[in-house]
């Protein structure tokens, strides 16, 4: 029900009581006045939001009408036609982004970022206290230690396990922080002496750091240390010794464990990750922001018959070794993603009679949550942004228009939230194909606040086949990621950051590694973004951040930064990756090909839809858990699409295939609890009919996403 608070628009009773009882008594605002310029600000932008909705549709139709005109063309055809149309902008002079008062994990510190549903409380509070991770748990849990030779990790500690856990991060400190002479393996105790950390061995030799200056803090530095801190490449590792520990009894070194400085900021996520489709849902992922910027937010679990209570972690204090207070930081920096400018919500209802755009509302109610930090410290148990700014990631914007309002809507919400000018700053996801093509533009338009960028393959590939739906059939999925056109891509996020004066002031970031059990491949694999100049990338899990971090302290990313060539790949990024006209796919591999995506989509849909739950892990055709959210349904969804308008596959050889992936799909959730079979009545599934609507409706969708599907099925899931 709702309740009308104002003479213009219509507010969510849960929205407003939660509003007035539990934030706006944080801040010195008053609270008529908030209400009236909250409504006023959805009034006055709701219009230019619809514009560019319509901006959009409008590209696509002439987009569709080039292709439908040109069978074939030329890239220099096509980049003149985008051109013209004002799909193509110039990308103008060269110029140095400004943004001020950035924290050191954005400026920085090159190190792993999470993006974790801010539905989940316990999710949620994991991800902001894996600003450190311990390391042999990391190793002990993982494949990175293979599970043969005696080495399987069962209910049980395993010796054997255990040991080789500790020789490999042992060899790390090797690597990382070797000694003068000597290996870490075979140190009997350590010590600081005048202001040097020393390694003793157990025939009485001593040895000091290669780099002695990498040892930084201690705690009992007087006596033998209890922790040990050491820093390179900006990041900390903590040796933590304990004679009497279950690990550090039995260690020659006395280390009972390795603590990493792994994710050094998450995203809170509002959008891709979450199933939120109405005021009551929105209203609990307000709350769970709430708590985690006043520090009061805790979720209790059980494990193994016991009852926890997990909460935020407070900071970490050391003696520096000057004798100074030496503190860090004990969570990661915490930003928040809202969600982009198409959905509608009933959180408001404007005064002609629509629901108000999402992505306002989630800019006021995230930004004024955050602002109590700021406006009222003393309510805030712990503190996030100690250079006093807010951190919204926005995604899903087409081009520098849409740059550009956000932008203007940050601004009005400063004035009404009485923040200084561009206390808002914000996070650019590259995931769009206009936004890609004219990148530089779009960060010029947010200079002054733009504190990231960040590819997203995925949501990337889903647009890129809906734009040029009807260029013609696109390659598998499995080639499009080895193609020009996203090496073009990839290649250049970073190259117009780095243009942009971003190395050293903001982050340049790389996409989610999707396998949370596969591990050992990550590590020999994602290396690569590091490489590639990226100073932060996406992880999984906690564990994964661990050790995706010791690729940061292996490699330095701003050093790397400065040997990367700066130029455009705008061409390439032309380059459609369409299947070859003298390739004719066999039957085997179109068959591969739609069962892998279908059972993709089923197993992504039948958990958002009946269960809300807006990414899990979801175990694909081959048993392979994969980290699924929204971005990867619309890739899926749009690419069988695309193959059923150009011929590629049958409505048939669809429906039949969507039949025996059900099966699938209902199999493997079987033990899953609050699953619900799809088969054999899928005529009546929810989830089902569904699956099937994002497939034979996927062209008529905006821009191929998955939303307004998805959003109906669940809302009509919430109300059986």
Known sequence: MNLPLTKQCQIHHQLSQFLNTEVLPLVNLDVEAFWHDFTELLEEFAPRNQALLQKRDDFQAQIDQFHYTHPSFTLAQYQQFLTEIGYLVDEGEDFTIETQNLDTEITAIAAPQLVVPIKNARFALNAANARWGSLYDALYGSDVIP??????????????????????????????????????????????????????????????????????????????????????????????????????????????????????????????????????????????????????????????????????????????????????????????????????????????????????????????????????????????????????????????????FACDVFTRVEQMLELAPNTIKIGIMDEERRTSLNLKSCIRQAKQRVFFINTGFLDRTGDEIHTSMNAGPFMPKPELKHQRWIESYENNNVATGLQCGMSGRAQIGKGMWAMPDEMAAMMEQKSSHLQAGASTAWVPSPTAATLHALHYLQCNVFERQQQIQTKSYREGMLDIPLLDDQRTLTSTEIESELKNNVQGILGYVSRWVEMGIGCSKVPDINYVGLMEDRATLRISSQHIANWLKHEICTTQQVEECMQQMAMTVDSQNSNTAGYQDMTPNTHTSLAYQAAKALIFEGMAQPNGYTEPLLHHYRILAKQH
């Open 147 to 404: 599970s043969k030779g005696g080495m399987q990790a069962g209910k049980k500690y395993n010796p054997a396990r255990g040991k080789r856990a500790i020789e490999y991060a042992k060899n790390m400190l090797d690597e990382v922080f070797p000694l003068d002479e000597g290996s870490h393996q075979d140190v009997e105790s350590y010590t600081v002496y005048f202001q040097n950390l020393l390694a003793y061995f157990p025939d009485g030799s001593h040895s000091g750091l290669k780099n002695p200056r990498q040892f930084v803090a201690a705690s009992d530095p007087e006596r033998e240390p209890t922790s040990i801190i050491l820093k390179h490449n900006g990041l900390h590792v903590e040796l933590i010794i304990n004679r009497q520990g279950k690990i550090g009894k039995n260690d020659l070194s006395h280390i009972d464990d390795i603590q990493m400085e792994s994710a050094t900021s998450t995203i809170m996520d509002l959008e891709d990750s979450i199933a939120a489709v109405d005021g009551e849902d929105k209203v609990d992922a307000y709350r769970n922001w709430l708590g985690l910027v006043t520090g009061s937010l805790s979720a209790g679990f059980e494990k193994d018959g016991v009852h926890h209570i997990r909460r935020l972690e407070g900071d970490r204090s050391y003696d520096g070794r000057g004798g100074e207070d030496y503190n860090l930081h004990g969570r990661s920096l915490l930003l928040i993603r809202n969600v982009g400018h198409l959905m509608n919500s009933d959180l408001v209802t404007l005064r002609n009679g629509d629901m108000a755009p999402e992505g306002l509302i989630d800019s006021v109610i995230t930004a004024l949550i955050a602002a109590i930090e700021l406006k009222n410290p003393q309510a805030c148990r712990i503190r996030n942004s100690r250079e006093g700014s807010i951190y919204i990631v926005k995604p899903k914007m087409h081009g520098p228009e849409e740059v550009a």
